[in-house]
């Protein structure tokens, strides 16, 4: 691979294999996938092929069992504060949310920027216009523990978006919604795709993606194949 080539990537993984002791069993084998800066990629794959696993390994929320990662060409095995390397990169919307339920929609976005002493007003404006686009800005104030399924999504999607992040990893981000808010939610991932040039790794069953996304690829037993 040329130099030059090697500086637009963002991730690179080379045989990449993570082995869950508990379950015995290999969720990826020998993964070796490319992703450039500005790219927008659907993953498809049927259930339990290894798609969120691989989200997961990319964020360094989890540690590959061998093989590489490369966040634009730095081995990640060497980033020390995984936490910091999310919160200057990464946004990350999890397929089982992961919000406080006795907090509210806002605090839930908010609670990435509480290391700050003070928040600025023009974070509490973007986190409003976030859940204005996604429909559900009346719910800013609400518990998340009184929001239905898909709000929470929603919820889950723009605390992913607040920070604008360089790179969104988005693990079934429409499994929740109805169609319109599906298209809703994806519209508004490609706009952020195309305006800011936000790489978009988007695992997804939703046959819509392909409207969206400018590739699809497919993990299929842990390997991942294109188209
Ligand atoms: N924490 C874990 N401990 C043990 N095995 C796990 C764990 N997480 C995932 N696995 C196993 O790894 C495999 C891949 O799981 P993963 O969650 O990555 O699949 P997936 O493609 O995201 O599935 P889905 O479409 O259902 O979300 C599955 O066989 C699963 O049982
Ligand atoms: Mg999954």
């Known amino acids: 691979m040329n130099k030059c080539s090697c500086r637009e990537n963002i991730f690179r993984t080379v045989n990449l ?30 259930s339990g092929s290894g798609k969120s696993t691989l989200l997961y390994l990319l964020a360094g929320l989890l540690k590959p069992t061998s093989g590489e990662i490369y966040f634009q060409e730095k081995p990640l095995e060497i980033v020390k504060n995984k936490a910091l390397y999310r919160r200057n990169n990464i946004g990350f919307v999890f397929q089982d949310f992961y919000l406080y339920p006795r907090f509210t929609a806002l605090e839930n976005m908010l609670f990435p920027s509480l290391y700050q002493f003070s928040l600025p007003a023009s974070t509490i404006k973007k986190a409003e216009m976030y859940l204005e686009y996604l429909n559900i800005r009346e719910k800013i104030n609400s518990r998340v523990e009184t929001l239905s399924a898909g709000e929470r999504q929603r919820v889950c999607i723009a605390r992913a978006l607040l920070h604008e992040p360089q790179c969104i990893l988005a693990d079934e981000p429409t499994g929740n919604l109805d169609s319109g808010n599906a298209k809703n939610t994806l519209g508004l991932l490609q706009k952020i795709n195309e305006e800011h040039k936000t790489t978009i790794l988007l695992v997804t069953h939703d046959d819509m993606v392909s409207h969206y996304a400018r590739r699809i690829v497919r993990i299929i037993d842990g390997n991942l194949y294109n188209g």
């Open 17 to 46: 294999r993570k082995f869950y002791p508990q379950t015995q069993s290999f969720a990826l084998r020998d993964l070796s996938f490319t992703v450039t800066k500005g790219e927008f990629v659907g993953i498809k794959g049927p």
